[in-house]
């Protein structure tokens, strides 16, 4: 399993913005960081964790449907690392922020895989950072 470390939480107003990272170790990576899957999920207090946005291996992105137009995913392969653009912040926004890594997806049951839409195709995510905590005050 790859190691991956985020940065950038902490606590803004609402309608701030807050960048996030992840930086994948190289020593810990069974394939070139370019070829996995990354992707965040977060979770609230009280809440299940659930997917935000992914970016696959060609750069291909996918947002939550209520992350989308405020959220950006963008990865450097360079850098081996992730981040996670957000933007108009609210307090719903609050939550442990957490970077996944997979090289596979495919169909899964509803209750496995990572995904940030319903459907049964999903992201085998594997390895998982230890999160980020985003607190957003209104």
């Known amino acids: 399993q790859a190691q991956l470390q985020e940065s950038g939480g902490g606590t803004v107003h609402s309608g701030g913005s807050l960048r996030l990272s992840c930086v994948a170790s190289?020593?810990?990576?069974?394939?070139?960081?370019?070829?996995?899957?990354m992707g965040w999920s977060r979770q609230a207090p009280g809440q299940a964790r659930e997917g935000v946005a992914v970016?696959?291996?060609?750069?291909?992105?996918e947002y939550a449907e209520t992350e989308q137009g405020r959220f950006t995913i963008a990865r450097d392969n360079a850098k081996r690392t992730v981040y996670l653009q957000m933007d108009n912040l609210n307090p719903d926004d609050t939550a442990i922020y957490y970077c996944?890594?997979?090289?596979?997806?495919?169909?899964?049951?509803?209750?496995?895989?990572?995904?940030?839409?319903?459907?049964?195709?999903?992201?085998?995510?594997?390895?998982w950072g230890n999160g980020t905590l985003v607190t957003i005050s209104s």
């Open positions: 190289d020593s810990t990576l069974v394939a070139p960081f370019h070829v996995y899957y």
């Open positions: 970016i696959e291996d060609d750069g291909t992105t």
């Open positions: 996944a890594a997979g090289l596979q997806w495919g169909q899964y049951p509803p209750d496995y895989g990572f995904r940030v839409k319903p459907g049964s195709w999903a992201y085998n995510m594997d390895s």
